[in-house]
């Protein structure tokens, strides 16, 4: 099991690799088999074809997030951890992720049958500010005006919609800067003193 879970994150990380480097359209599934140094049939295995790759942005972001979290300063206080999440993410996002592909991810989520994996509440993602969340107010650091689960939905919407402006302006501006500039300024309420 653990041999089939590493050759599909190779090709998973392969394809989000040659994305960035490549673009989407310019990427075959040759080049992404090559990269991965796995075969076709292996490849075949895992996904019926390179549009089957698109749905695996919430793996590639997942795994970014559990990566984050083994680098963050737990002394920090529940508020900045959510905010080094997000710079953090951002940078990853700008740097690794093309704006365009990204775009056009985030438009077909808008479709009435598209699948949302990115909206899956069993997501690493939702666990991790989650629980940030609750220990904040366990601590004292962030608000019990709102539940968990109500300051969850406000942060990731106000993560989407960063990452919604800055697809909608071709990422002609770091979204990393920007979300450290705006972000504490959405948050604000949510923040003990």
Known sequence: MTDQINTKDKIVNAAWDLFHIKGYENTTVEDIIA??????????????????????????????YEELEKKMDQDLNSYDKLLYMNYEMHLFIEKQIDVDLLSSLYSTQLLPKAKSNLLDQNRVYYKLINDIVEEGQKQGQITKDKSVREITKYYTLCERALISDWCLNRGSYSLAQYSKEYMPLMLRAFKET
Request: no cysteine; charged share 30%; aromatic share 16%.
């Open 35 to 64: 990269t991965a140094r796995t075969s076709k049939g292996t490849f075949y295995y895992y996904f019926d074809r390179k549009d089957s790759l698109l749905d695996t942005l919430s793996t590639v972001l997942d795994r970014q």
